[in-house]
């Protein structure tokens, strides 16, 4: 396995690749590798006949008060999981390489997709994302990019951004890769502490509960939400930042369920800020990432 740092090289690597006629997969992450990254690897690597993981810490994403010194930066470890892994070119850029000295074009993302949820409370944060994306979709080449379905709003205004700009790029969702006990893998759950971690476990039970009311045959918006909130009032110490019921699609807000869903929630667990969601369809309650 190679690591890459130069963005030229990158492009001359994935070029000669496709000039071989082998696809090539791409997983874009900015480190701190989990299983739940390892899965979206591993798929990408059984899929594909070149798999690359990028791993930058993008600083455009971050707000000013968020925690972009503070994120783990394990690289020699990541660089060890993804050689066990199989991927066979780890590209790794600095800031210098992907904002050079005079950048200045941003790419914003789909007003109506970015509009609520994350994009509500984290202002310039997919413009930050789509910007990225769109660097290493471009230097990478990839005919397929598999991202994970905790960030299911940013997967959404993603592919809108590959079908709009006619990137080519086939956009891959994975389902969410949980601990044992429901909590959704991230790489910000090393923040938390112990009691905390069990604090955390409310972000699964609430949507669990509003799955299994939808599977009872439950169909109005505010009674499946009224599920989620009844187990959260059991959390006081946790602050829910939303949560929000959306076509899966177009993340309108849902006042009947008639299709398929997500319920989305952030939530602050001490400092810590966590996401995580529920695909929801009539008549199932909670189905995977390959029903949307």
Same mark, same amino acid.
């Given at each position: 396995m190679e690591v890459i740092r130069a963005k030229d090289k990158m492009r001359q690597v994935a070029?000669?690749?496709?000039?071989? &006629?082998?696809?090539?997969? +791409?997983?874009?992450?900015? &480190?701190? @590798?989990?299983?739940?990254? @390892?899965?979206? *690897?591993? /798929?990408?690597?059984?899929?594909c006949d070149r798999c690359v993981v990028s791993i930058?810490?993008?600083?455009? $994403? +971050?707000?000013p008060t968020e925690d972009f010194k503070q994120y783990p930066r394990p690289f020699e470890e990541d660089v060890r999981k993804c050689a066990d892994a199989g991927?066979?070119?780890? +590209? #790794?850029p600095t800031d210098e390489q992907m904002y050079p000295a005079g950048f200045g074009t941003y790419v914003e993302p789909h007003?109506? @997709?970015?509009?609520?949820?994350?994009?509500?409370h984290r202002?310039?944060?997919?413009?930050?994302?789509?910007? *990225?994306?769109?660097?290493?979709?471009? *230097?990478? /080449?990839?005919?397929? #990019? %598999? +991202?994970? $379905?905790?960030? %299911?709003? $940013?997967?959404?205004?993603?592919?809108?951004?590959?079908?709009?700009?006619?990137?080519?790029?086939e956009m891959v969702l994975c389902? *969410?890769? /949980?601990?044992?006990?429901?909590? #959704?893998?991230?790489? /910000?759950?090393? %923040?938390?502490?112990?009691q905390e971690r069990k604090e955390a476990l409310c972000l699964r039970?609430?949507?669990?509960?509003?799955?299994d009311a939808v599977a009872a045959g439950e169909r109005n918006a505010e009674k499946i939400l009224n599920a989620a909130r009844n187990v959260l009032k059991k959390f006081p110490?946790?602050?829910?930042? %939303?949560?929000? @019921?959306?076509?899966?699609?177009?993340?309108?807000?849902?006042?009947?369920l008639d299709k398929t869903a997500v319920l989305g929630i952030a939530v602050y667990v001490g400092r810590t800020r966590l996401i995580d969601n529920v695909l929801l369809a009539p008549g199932r309650g909670e189905v995977g990432a390959d029903d949307v």
């Open positions: 070029e000669d690749w496709r000039r071989e &006629g082998l696809v090539v997969g +791409f997983v874009p992450t900015m &480190g701190a @590798l989990h299983d739940g990254h @390892l899965s979206l *690897i591993r /798929r990408c690597v059984a899929e930058y810490v993008n600083p455009t $994403q +971050f707000g991927v066979h070119c780890v +590209f #790794a007003k109506e @997709l970015s509009g609520c949820m994350c994009g509500a202002p310039g944060h997919f413009r930050g994302v789509c910007t *990225i994306v769109a660097k290493l979709f471009n *230097i990478v /080449r990839p005919h397929r #990019a %598999y +991202f994970g $379905q905790k960030d %299911y709003q $940013q997967f959404l205004i993603l592919k809108r951004m590959v079908d709009d700009l006619d990137f080519g790029v389902d *969410i890769v /949980r601990e044992p006990e429901g909590l #959704a893998l991230s790489s /910000r759950n090393t %923040y938390l502490s112990e039970k609430a949507l669990r509960a509003a799955a110490s946790v602050k829910v930042q %939303y949560l929000e @019921l959306r076509d899966a699609s177009t993340l309108k807000p849902v006042v009947l």
